[in-house]
């Protein structure tokens, strides 16, 4: 339990509950709202907290000292809010709930609403507030997060993401101890490189994968963001989750309503796996465009070809992923610009026109010849950005993100500029990027969106002088509008949210797309570990992860094919690279791999989650599995992560199977010259999951193929 309540004389305790999962609040009328509980749903009488504050969202002013949720500026100068409670009330939606506590200031005709949306199938609980000025003037919101949690002391470790471009999803793992810890973001655009934007508490020291209670928030929101722990002198820590307001202040007009982002919250007593279960579900179920469509397998041409596209090679390309048995290709950037040609990555964003020397038959032949090898056709596309070098800049000029009176910092390419999303024009040019495409070639499958910038000039050119403060919160606004519009009137596209690489993890532009980039690095090796620190938060069907050549483009590293499939194929399975480089031999291996896969797919892309044994504990392999909600069926990935002679690496101990039921082991991809003495054998779930299996540490090959590394998948099913 995270912390307990009991009923007092005049409470009024409002339950909140997930299928599994419940948040108590005591709401009573002219009170200031307080928590009461969070955690698995329990029955009976609840324990009085004590030694902590428990309001569900206090305000800044009558307590000087305690970290407030909510600031306001009044209209009259008044820096001071006192909130109380004036009633509930529920409406169900199908699936969900949403239940209100209504709120206003003791003097001042301000409302807050706090909201909180429930599911009867998953356990999370999403809670935001809605901030509404009856005043006579505009006031001023100097904070607005979208919900506080207490979070009971007694060896407290937090888990988050960290990182930098090409080295995302890393795991940090912090004891919380007296002070503020802060995580932020202040990219403008691009916010799950440097830090994600969710969490996870292990209430009962350091966090275990499949056991000990852990509690998951993440806040659904693609701009900027703090999540912050205030641990003081009393017996809390103190969790407050929202948008960043550093330069952010908002001037809230009378009768306008700011409605923050959604913070989902999760409780398991089944340690950050669980959490990350809960996770998946929702976030497949609720929250991710397409979320129960199974994943095409695709080759995007990117590293294979870089800027050098051209229409044979297209072909060429799209015929060697068809006879793997592919099933998309994508061309990535290098293929548009008339006055000014894409050949570089500083000219031509924004003219998405196709250039014709490159590609004389247009896109109209690139699809004639998907049709021709039998797969689908995608396209990548930057829209939200221009290069001063490009026609659309010598036109509008006034439509990119500029501060009055300063000239423009450039970005990528010494020429990049961001356009301003905050101005209903360059909304309607960046939905008009999406819908030319469409309208002219209706049978695109997939776009790769793109964002290789952030928003590094403080100012908008359209906004007002009092409105300058809007204008990190107003371009995310106008980039929702537009991808609204994109989903109204093309639903099924599938689309891939990536921002110089893993920049746009995040559950807030999740609902438009289907995926995202997981890092530009696709070195298999560094891929273990952002993938797995990705996995805390994210399925699997949402994480694009590609076979890539060796050595590889970012590292350098040599990692045999064998190795880089097995990775790849723990996430949605895709290529990048050029498979006329690759030898009959590894494509051969490719193929394999791409009919298993097929088999696989409804396991890895919508099965449950268990980590095994993580890479950051140091012992010298990491290992995985997905199995069916029914338990019938399941994937186990192995990966060596370092090799030393006379190593001693741990006997993995399968989870998540039915320990009444029989499996047989049956071993994917392999490589060796005889099978394992495991294959084709039967084994009890209880067996599996107490005892283990051991595997070799290396692969038995020919001599003259021998490398240092070693890798398995295993299917596992049930008799």
């Not at 080759?299 to 044979?312: A, C, M, P, R």
């Not at 438009?512 to 560094?526: G, I, K, N, R």
């Not at 399941?634 to 998540?656: C, D, S």
Request: proline share 4%; net charge neutral; glycine share 8%.
């Amino acid at each position: 339990m995270l912390f307990a309540f009991a009923p007092k004389m005049m409470a009024e305790n409002l339950t909140i509950s997930s299928r599994h999962i419940s948040i108590v609040i005591d709401v009573t009328k002219g009170s200031a709202p307080k928590y009461v509980y969070f955690g698995t749903t329990v029955p009976g009488t609840l324990q009085v907290p004590t030694g902590g504050r428990m309001e569900v969202y206090p305000a800044y002013g009558m307590d000087g000292a305690a970290e407030a949720a909510l600031a306001v500026k009044h209209d009259d100068g008044n820096m001071t809010t006192q909130l109380i409670a004036t009633g509930t009330d529920s409406k169900t939606d199908g699936k969900t709930m949403i239940t209100t506590i209504h709120l206003k200031d003791k003097v001042y005709p301000l409302t807050v609403d706090l909201k909180y949306r429930t599911f009867k199938d998953v356990d999370m609980i999403e809670c935001w507030s809605e901030i509404t000025n009856h005043e006579r003037g505009t006031i001023t919101l100097n904070q607005f997060a979208s919900a506080m949690l207490p979070i009971r002391r007694g060896n407290v470790y937090m888990s988050h993401l960290y990182g930098s471009w090409a080295n995302e999803g890393k795991v940090a793992e912090e004891s919380l101890a007296p002070g503020v810890f802060v995580i932020q973001n202040k990219d403008g655009i691009r916010n799950s490189h440097t830090d994600h934007a969710e969490v996870m508490f292990s209430l009962s020291g350091k966090a275990r994968e499949n056991s000990g209670e852990v509690i998951g928030a993440a806040l659904c929101y693609g701009g900027n963001y703090r999540l912050k722990t205030v641990t003081d002198d009393t017996e809390y820590h103190y969790f407050f989750a929202g948008i960043n307001e550093d330069n952010s202040a908002y001037h809230l007009k009378k009768g306008e309503t700011f409605t923050t982002p959604a913070l989902a919250l999760t409780f398991s007593k089944e340690g950050l796996s669980g959490a990350s279960r809960n996770f998946h579900k929702w976030g497949r179920e609720y929250r991710l465009m397409h979320g129960q469509q199974p994943r095409d397998i695709l080759l995007n041409s990117w590293e294979g070809v870089y800027f050098d596209i051209n229409q044979k090679g297209m072909d060429q390309m799209m015929g060697d992923i068809a006879s793997m048995g592919g099933e998309l290709f994508v061309m990535d950037d290098g293929w548009f610009g008339d006055k000014y040609p894409r050949k570089t990555d500083n000219s031509s964003l924004g003219d998405w026109v196709v250039d014709k020397d490159k590609l004389p038959d247009g896109i109209g032949g690139l699809i004639r010849d998907a049709k021709k090898h039998g797969i689908k056709f995608g396209i990548w596309i930057e829209p939200e950005m221009s290069n001063t070098i490009s026609e659309l800049y010598e036109k509008h000029p006034d439509w990119i993100i500029k501060a009055p009176k300063r000239e423009p910092v450039l970005g990528r390419g010494g020429t990049q500029v961001v356009l301003d999303l905050s101005n209903p024009k360059v909304q309607d040019f960046v939905f008009s990027v999406v819908d030319r495409l469409m309208t002219s070639y209706p049978e695109i499958a997939y776009i790769k969106w793109d964002a290789n910038m952030s928003i590094m000039n403080s100012g908008s050119q359209y906004l007002g002088n009092n409105e300058q403060s809007h204008l990190y919160i107003a371009y995310h606004r106008g980039l929702e509008k537009v991808c609204q519009r994109i989903r109204a009137k093309y639903p099924n596209l599938i689309m891939q949210a990536c921002a110089s690489g893993g920049g746009r993890a995040n559950w807030g532009v999740l609902p438009y797309f289907d995926e995202f980039w997981v890092s530009d690095d696709t070195d298999a090796l560094q891929r273990v570990y952002m993938q797995w620190g990705t996995s805390y938060f994210f399925p699997a069907i949402a994480m694009a992860s590609h076979i890539s050549a060796s050595p590889n483009h970012q590292t350098a590293r040599l990692v045999p094919l064998k190795y880089r499939i097995d990775v790849a194929m723990s996430g949605r399975l895709g290529m990048e690279i050029q498979p006329k480089n690759m030898t009959a031999d590894e494509k051969a291996l490719c193929k394999q791999a791409i009919h298993e896969y097929k088999k696989i797919r409804p396991i890895v892309q919508m099965g449950d989650i268990y980590r095994l044994v993580s890479p950051y504990d140091h012992a010298g392999c990491a290992s995985l599995m997905y199995v069916t909600a029914d338990k019938g069926d399941a994937v186990f990935y192995w990966w060596k992560t370092e090799t030393f002679m006379n190593q001693h690496l741990p006997r993995i101990q399968m989870a998540g199977l039915d320990a009444q039921r029989s499996y047989r082991i049956h071993e994917l991809n392999r490589i060796d010259n005889k099978p394992l003495d495991v294959e084709g054998k039967v084994f009890s779930g209880a067996y599996l999951m107490e005892h283990g299996i051991e595997l070799p540490y290396t692969h038995q090959v020919d001599h003259n193929k021998k490398t240092a590394w070693s890798s398995r998948v295993l299917r596992v099913t049930a008799e």
